[in-house]
Each structure stands twice: as C-alpha cells, then as structure tokens.
C-alpha cells in the first residue's frame, strides 16, 4: 500500500490511484461495520481530535464513529464554548491542540482556506471536514465510493449532474474535481446567481433548465439550498427555486435508467428536492451515510498507519 | 557634517556627475573630477540621484493604532525608502475629522524629524468616515491638511459625495475617492474570477471600482470640479479616465507598485499577505496599469503603505485585514519595472516628485544648480533581503518579505540636510 501525503485538504492532489486505494479500502472497511463486533485495533493508542468550529451532525459524528471502530482515541471540540469563540485566533487554537501531542486533526471551519492555514501551523495530519465554500475531500471521496458501488467501478462513460447552489458549495467543487479524475462527465445545473463566475471555464457543462440538464444523465446529487440565499437576494423565494430547481419524479423520467440520487445533506425535503425521490429507490442517500463512515476508517488508517 | 560637500559619481538624467552641495545648496553640477579637490567628498561609484519623491497615500495608524505602525517608524521607513513627503490617510482612531487630531499629527512628526521627511495629513471628508455629514473642511484645511478623502469607507449616498465635493472645492481642497461600490464588493476577500470561484473565496468584481471611477469622472464633469482617483488596479478603470481626460475631465488618478507587479495569483495559497484592496487583479489588468502610467492616463504612484501587526494577517484568508506595507519596499519594486524596460526613470520620477507636486501645488524643486537639496542617492544595484528586520516600518505584511529586492536608498537630503544614511553591516 502506498500513501505519501501529509494531510488532506481538497482533492487535487489525488491520484486516481489513491482514490482507488480509498475505495478498496473503504469496502473493507464497511464489512467491520456489518460484523457484530464492529471494531478492531488498528489505531489503539491514536488520538484524534475532532475541531469542528462550525455545527455538524453528519461528519462529525461520521469521524467520531470511523475513528471509535478503529480503535482510536478520539477527542471533540465544538461550535459553543471552544475557545476561538472566546476571541482566540485559530492558530493559538490549534498550536494548544497540537501541544496535547494528537495525531491527526480533523477541522471544519467556516473560513475557505482553515484546513491548509492549520496544515502550516502544526505538524500533525489534518483532514479537511470542510472548509468555507472551498472543498469537502471526504464528502467528495464518500459520494465516489457510493457510486463506484454502484456503477462497478466504471466511472469513464457516464455522466452526473450536480444540481442547487454550486456558488456557495465546497461539496460541488470537491465532486467535480473527484469525478473529473474518475472520467465521469459532469454537469451542473443552477440559477446564475448560483455560480460562480467563470464557470464557463470549469471541466463542466453547465445548464440553467432542469429538464435538460436531467437528460441522460447516471446520477445526480442534489445540493442543500441554504435559507439565507434569499436575503442575499439571489433568489426571489424558495417557492420559485423549488418549481424550478427542484428534483421531482417528472426529472427521472428523462434521467438514464437505472439512475441514481444522491444529497450530502441535510435536506430540505419540498425545496431541493421532492420527498417522494427522497424515499424512493433510486435514492443512496442512506447509502452516502453508510459510505462515509468507511471511507473516513480508510483515510484515518492511510494516514495513521500508512505513512 | 561640513556645510560643503561634493557627491560624487552618481548618475543625474543618464549622465555622470559630481554635485557640490553648500550650505544645503546645489552649488555646482559638473563632470567628475572637475570640482574643488579640497572638500569632503564621498564617492558613490555610479548610483542615481533621484529627487526627493513624494508618496501620497499612507496610512501611519497614528493615533490610535500604534502596534501597526506609529509616525516615528512610519517616517523612519518613508525616508529610508526615498519620500520626503508623506500624506497620511484620515482613517486613524480618533479619525482624522477635526483639527486636534490633524494638530497632534503634525506636531508628532515635527517633534521627531525636524527636518524632514514632512507629513501632510488628509482630512477625513465625512465625521467619523461615516459617510453622514461633512467634516470641519475649512478648519481642517486650516490646521494644515492637504487633501480630503472618506479613505477606505467610499461615500455611498451620491448626493452628499457631489455636496462634499463642492464644498471642499471651496475651501481648497482635493477629494481623493477610493472607488469602489460598496454593495459590489461586500464581504469581498480577493478579485472576482476563476481563481476566487477555485478557493471558494468571495470575489470582488472589477466593475466594483469602474463604477466608482465612472460616478467620480461624471460628477467631476458636471461639476467642473477635480476629483482625484486612488489606486487604480484594473483595465475597465484606465480606460474610463482615458475617455474622462480626452474629454478634458478634471480628473487624475494613483496606482500602487503592487497593481503594477502582481497579478492574483499571489493569493492562490490563501497568502495573506498579498491580501489588500482594492484586490490584485488579472495579468491584462497589469499590463493595462502599466501602460497608463507610461502614457500619464495615470498621474502617480503611491505605496497605500497600509502596515499591520504580524498576528492580524496570520489568520484564515478572508479574516485578514486588508493591506499591504509599502514605503520600504516601494523603490525598489519599481527598479523591477524599469530593469523590465516597463517603466523609465523619467516616469518614476514624473509619477512620485513632478506630478504630485503639480496636483498639490507643493514646491518642488528638482534638483538642479542653485536649488536646494532635496534628492536621493539610490544604489540600483545593491541587492538586499526583505526580513522583519531590514523593514523600518513596524508593518511586515509584504508579499515581498523573505525575498530578494534590488535597489536601496544610501542617502536622503531634504531641504539641504543629509536626513538619512544607509548603515552599513
């Protein structure tokens, strides 16, 4: 097994090899999540701290769990009383972190750019949770591995769409590149208040009527549309957003057979997408949970035992 | 020092000279070797003389701020990087609104170099730069201020800028305008493009300053009042002044050395300290701003020295204050234009001594015989390390920090006095 980085911050400097390597090791993974006893040794003696100084449900209590069933000790700090909050800087935060000798940090921060200003600061690993409207590794990797499932490891030939606010999305820039890497054709399809500028030169094609973009496409994952979006004055209100951005059954039909539906969550069930698709078969919403926690005991141990 | 002296070997509009200073006065321009062999003479084996520049845009911090910068080291770092004259933004704390405050700056600096270099604030335009009502103008004026601005917090309300406009005009002052719109560049960290859209980082559009620029020549126009436009940084912005001065518009404008050097890509590992505002732009914005200099669609160049403490920049990105500290370095990044046949020594001295003494009736001599001393002796060859100690400025937030510079001032006189000197190690 070969595994030479430091840190995970986004996805760039993956190899189609070492995303692979995830997912081969993520299968593993998830067969101890099956087993009656879910946990093995793997990092007995490790610490990892959990510094998510922006509220979490999914991923922290995805990372807390991976890291449990490996045996690590793992350590959380959260939004309300860390000391960032209390007007320190987080680079004293994190230097104090790194003074209890962890082994791996693992950070969401609001601010694009935390996971790599951290990685400068310390000397320890640190995974990227989630950084601003920057990048979303894990989540990216989760929604790969999902799919690989799925599409049996064929990425090359078929095509995802990404659809909602891609603007304000760490998780749509994180799955692009992903699925650039794996040879999956992406598209995306929002308002243009939604994208950023320059999207033209984005590896993407880029749609503005759902009907169309929902063409012949493998996949599709659904983004959370922030409330807030609206007093920006991005949008007029969520119920024209949800008429026309939307993912309802009439979509699917136009979709490729056998296609798959995807949202990192939390949902807004009636907004961003339908209920009714929320439940429905070809939903892996539940899947991508399932996944995460896999693909997050892979990194731990890439990163932990590996290099 | 003696009261006569001969600088000898340096080099005055491409030609070699030795220059016999008595009693602070150019008394003799000569070739070298043919002046009086019985003074002090110290040779300084072919650097240039320049003359004293001028930097229009510097914000000292003082009162207020003092950890980022106080006007002792401020000046300390204006005369060590060539000005003599050093105009110092309002957006101190208490603001620049009142004559006190202009009063306590003046004396500060007079307290500390008697002779020079020579503040010259700049009143705020509104009370508290809060873009509500208009400051004492005459008062401040009067005080000894030199030019008005609302600094980095543009005047919104369109009405009160042409009502600030016309009654500075009255009292004599100059509105300098940083030009931007504010619902445009809102919680922006960087320039707007592909690269913002890469990092995830709020982008500020270029149209944010053309706006501006354009509002500004409009209402300079109809109002047959001149409006002066600070740090241009992109293409759309030059071209509206040129269109504005075609027309015979009262109306000039500033950029920086950073606009001229460095393109956004400076920012690409969330550098902070290449973080400043207006944001660096695209390669075509670059090549545009240069232009405009060498063509004098813009006038002059300021360093917008905007000194802050190490710990404020090393912070995530978008929570960096904006800035970047410029008097050290300001030379001998304009040396890399000139060595880059971009920029002649003609237009660094036209844009940082003759246009500025122009656009704010200053007295500038110049240096010729007869005149006062008033000139630099700059080493364009003398290579020297960027590092928290060979910056006099207490601000180290240069994107040129670590790095290798060419070029450095080795002496200063202003008014006749040697004011500055290069220690040697």
């Keep these: ?307 | 020092m003696n009261s006569e002296l001969i600088i000898s070997n340096v080099y005055l509009d491409n030609e070699l000279v030795d220059i016999y200073l008595s009693k602070g006065r150019i008394k003799e321009i000569s070739a070298p070797g043919t002046l009086r062999e019985d003074l002090e003479k110290v040779s300084y084996n072919g650097a240039l003389l320049l003359p004293s520049l001028v930097d229009c845009h510097v914000h000292l911090r003082d009162p207020g701020q003092e950890y980022k910068e106080d006007i002792y080291t401020g000046l300390k770092a204006a005369v060590g990087g060539g000005f003599s004259h050093v105009f110092a933004m309002a957006n101190t704390s208490p603001v620049n609104d009142n004559e006190s405050i202009t009063t306590y700056m003046l004396d500060k600096a007079r307290k500390f170099f008697p002779k020079g270099p020579n503040l010259y604030p700049i009143a705020a335009l509104t009370k508290g730069l809060e873009g509500k009502e208009l400051s004492p103008l005459h008062e401040l004026k009067q005080a000894g201020c030199i030019a008005v601005s609302n600094d980095g917090i543009p005047v919104k309300d369109n009405e009160l800028f042409r009502r600030a406009m016309e009654y500075a005009h009255d009292a004599g002052l100059l509105v300098l305008d940083h030009c931007e719109d504010p619902y445009l560049a809102k919680d922006s960290a960087m320039n707007e493009g592909k690269l913002s859209a890469r990092l995830g980082l709020k982008g500020q559009p270029t149209v944010a300053e053309a706006l501006q620029v354009s509002r500004d020549i409009l209402l300079a126009s109809y109002l047959n009042i001149p409006i002066h436009l600070c740090h241009i940084s992109c293409e759309q912005s030059v071209e509206l002044i040129y269109w504005a001065k075609k027309k015979g518009v009262p109306v000039t404008a500033e950029t920086c050395p950073h606009y001229l050097l460095w393109d956004e890509l400076l920012v690409a590992q969330y550098n902070t300290l290449a973080k400043v505002n207006p944001p660096l732009r695209t390669r075509s914005d670059i090549l545009a701003i240069r232009q405009a200099v060498r063509e004098g669609i813009i006038d002059i160049i300021v360093t917008d020295h905007a000194p802050h403490a190490d710990f404020e920049k090393d912070v995530p990105f978008a929570l960096a204050p904006n800035g970047i500290s410029g008097l050290d370095t300001a030379l001998s990044l304009l040396w890399e234009l000139v060595v880059m046949d971009e920029l002649s020594v003609k237009d660094i001295v036209r844009c940082l001594h003759d246009k500025p003494g122009e656009i704010f009736s200053l007295n500038m001599s110049g240096i010729c015989k007869g005149g006062v001393a008033n000139f630099v002796v700059f080493d364009p060859n003398l290579s020297w390390e960027v590092t928290p100690n060979t910056l006099m400025s207490k601000g180290k937030n240069t994107p040129c920090l670590g790095k290798t510079l060419k070029g450095k001032v080795l002496s200063h006189f202003i008014d006749g006095n040697l004011v500055y000197k290069l220690e040697e190690d």
């Excluded at chain 1, 980085?5 to 997912?23: A, G, N, Q, V, Y």
């Excluded at chain 1, 680079?91 to 921060?109: F, G, Q, S």
């Excluded at chain 1, 759902?210 to 063409?215: G, N, P, T, V, Y």
């Excluded at chain 1, 983004?223 to 949008?235: F, I, N, T, V």
């Design chain 1, 1 to 307: 097994m070969k595994w030479s980085h430091k840190h995970l911050l986004d996805i760039e400097p993956l190899t189609r090899e070492d995303i692979f390597l995830i997912f081969e090791l993520a299968q593993r993974f998830e067969e101890v999540n099956l087993r009656p006893i879910k946990k093995v040794p793997t990092l007995k003696g490790k610490t990892v701290i959990l510094y998510f100084s922006e509220p979490s449900t999914r991923t922290k209590t995805s990372f807390d769990i991976a890291a449990k069933r490996l045996s690590a000790d793992v350590f959380s700090l959260a939004t309300k009383g860390s000391s960032e909050e209390k007007g320190e800087s987080l680079k004293d935060t994190v230097l104090t972190l790194e003074a209890m000798n962890p082994d791996l940090i693992v950070i969401r921060h609001r601010q694009s750019g935390a996971a790599r200003f951290v990685s400068t600061k310390i000397k320890c690993n640190v995974i990227n949770a989630g950084d601003g409207w920057h990048a979303h590794p894990t989540q990216a990797l989760l929604d790969g591995y999902t799919l690989s499932k799925e599409w049996n490891n064929e990425f090359q030939g078929k095509t995802l769409l990404i659809l909602g606010d891609i603007a304000h999305s760490r998780v749509a820039r994180s799955d692009i590149e992903l699925f650039n890497k794996l040879g999956t054709r992406v598209r995306l399809c929002a308002p243009k208040t939604l994208l950023p500028r320059h999207v033209e030169s984005w590896p993407v094609e880029v749609y503005s009527d759902l009907e169309r973009a929902c063409d012949g496409v493998d996949a599709i994952q659904c983004l959370r549309l922030q409330l807030e979006r609206q007093e920006a004055g991005l949008l007029p209100s969520l119920r024209e957003y949800s008429r026309e951005f939307g993912l309802c059954k009439r979509h699917l039909i136009l979709a490729n057979r056998g296609v798959k539906i995807m949202h990192p969550g939390p949902m807004n069930r009636g907004i961003e997408i339908s209920s009714e698709i929320a439940d429905s078969r070809e939903s892996l919403i539940l899947d991508q949970v399932n996944a995460g926690v896999a693909v997050r005991m892979a990194l731990l141990h890439l990163f932990l035992t590996v290099n």
